[in-house]
């Protein structure tokens, strides 16, 4: 398989992953966001951890990244939760989540900045369309009514979204730096949401359901998921990748629903169509090599 092949691959797994983010969420229960994220990104933590051992290298080697590495790694993961979560606190969440999810946007518009990349239309459309589906799935066809007292909260949700894209374009240029050292990000993201939770959360002591809810996480959405991600970023089609992500709350929305969590409707049908026509226009290049091939 061609690295960018199996980049592409491993990308599409990582927005499988985040589809179950919304399923695992909701068995996670009453967990505090930040004890949330603390344990399943220990969780990662640990899968990062196996990895170092599988590459028989010891841990410190892997940890001895440039402090720019660490810098972007932490802030990107880190930084998107913990903004994340001020946003849906200073905001609708309806609203909150629709800004967020500028980020597959943002990923494919930031592209162009990186080298040998170049933007086409077909990029542009195919994410645009992608929005306007992730647009009809989130708002269930109701329309958005920005208010001035929700002002920071929509401003903490554009942050959030800035801080994904630019940390999974930024990933781009580090393609000497190992997958494995987004265990050590994971670790470090870990212990500040668990500084965060010590100081504005109490505590909740996880039941079995809840604690393999928060397993799950941290092995998939909340964890796994940016190591594939990362693999994508550094070898994949990114402009793809960005497109394809819009397919994630689409996912997440069909998941719920077979789980008789939620109801299909016709918003969700018409946002399957979009977001599915606008990853086949984003796929138009690879579509063109495939059909070449007979």
């Given at each position: 398989?061609?690295?960018?092949?199996?980049?592409?691959?491993?990308?599409?797994?990582?927005?499988?992953?985040?589809?179950?983010?919304?399923?695992?969420?909701?068995?996670?229960?009453?967990?505090?966001?930040?004890?949330?994220?603390?344990?399943?990104?220990?969780?990662?933590?640990?899968?990062?951890?196996?990895?170092?051992?599988?590459?028989?290298?010891?841990?410190?080697?892997?940890?001895?990244?440039?402090?720019?590495?660490?810098?972007?790694?932490?802030?990107?993961?880190?930084?998107?939760?913990?903004?994340?979560?001020?946003?849906?606190?200073?905001?609708?969440?309806?609203?909150?989540?629709?800004?967020?999810?500028?980020?597959?946007?943002?990923?494919?518009?930031?592209?162009?900045?990186?080298?040998?990349?170049?933007?086409?239309?077909?990029?542009?459309?195919?994410?645009?369309?992608?929005?306007?589906?992730?647009?009809l799935l989130i708002t269930k066809g109701k329309g958005l009514e920005f208010e001035e007292q929700y002002f920071l909260g929509y401003m903490?949700?554009?942050?959030?979204?800035?801080?994904?894209?630019?940390?999974?374009?930024?990933?781009?240029?580090?393609?000497?730096?190992?997958?494995?050292?987004?265990?050590?990000?994971?670790?470090?993201?870990?212990?500040?949401?668990?500084?965060?939770?010590?100081?504005?959360?109490?505590?909740?002591?996880?039941?079995?359901?809840?604690?393999?809810?928060?397993?799950?996480?941290?092995?998939?959405?909340?964890?796994?998921?940016?190591?594939?991600?990362?693999?994508?970023?550094?070898?994949?089609?990114?402009?793809?990748?960005?497109?394809?992500?819009?397919?994630?709350?689409?996912?997440?929305?069909?998941?719920?629903?077979?789980?008789?969590?939620?109801?299909?409707?016709?918003?969700?049908?018409?946002?399957?169509?979009?977001?599915?026509?606008?990853?086949?226009?984003?796929?138009?290049?690879?579509?063109?090599?495939?059909?070449?091939?007979?």
């Amino acid at each position: 398989m061609q690295r960018t092949s199996k980049g592409n691959l491993f990308g599409i797994v990582a927005i499988i992953l985040w589809a179950t983010l919304a399923s695992f969420g909701v068995l996670a229960g009453n967990i505090p966001p930040f004890q949330l994220t603390s344990m399943a990104f220990f969780v990662a933590f640990l899968i990062g951890a196996i990895l170092w051992k599988r590459e028989k290298k010891g841990i410190l080697v892997h940890l001895k990244q440039p402090l720019i590495v660490w810098i972007v790694g932490v802030c990107g993961l880190f930084g998107y939760h913990f903004f994340y979560f001020l946003a849906i606190q200073n905001a609708p969440a309806v609203e909150a989540n629709l800004i967020n999810y500028l980020w597959p946007l943002l990923i494919v518009l930031f592209s162009a900045f990186l080298p040998n990349e170049k933007l086409r239309w077909f990029h542009v459309v195919g994410v645009s369309l992608g929005l306007l589906g992730a647009f009809l799935l989130i708002t269930k066809g109701k329309g958005l009514e920005f208010e001035e007292q929700y002002f920071l909260g929509y401003m903490y949700a554009v942050i959030c979204g800035v801080v994904w894209a630019s940390y999974s374009v930024i990933s781009r240029l580090f393609g000497k730096v190992p997958t494995s050292a987004v265990g050590g990000f994971c670790g470090v993201t870990a212990v500040f949401s668990l500084i965060c939770h010590l100081l504005f959360e109490t505590t909740v002591m996880p039941d079995t359901t809840q604690l393999l809810a928060i397993i799950a996480l941290g092995l998939g959405p909340v964890g796994g998921a940016f190591f594939v991600w990362d693999y994508g970023m550094k070898n994949g089609d990114i402009q793809l990748l960005g497109s394809l992500s819009y397919a994630a709350p689409l996912l997440s929305t069909l998941l719920l629903i077979a789980l008789g969590l939620a109801k299909m409707s016709l918003f969700v049908w018409i946002a399957c169509g979009l977001i599915i026509l606008g990853s086949m226009i984003s796929s138009l290049s690879h579509l063109k090599k495939l059909l070449a091939r007979f």
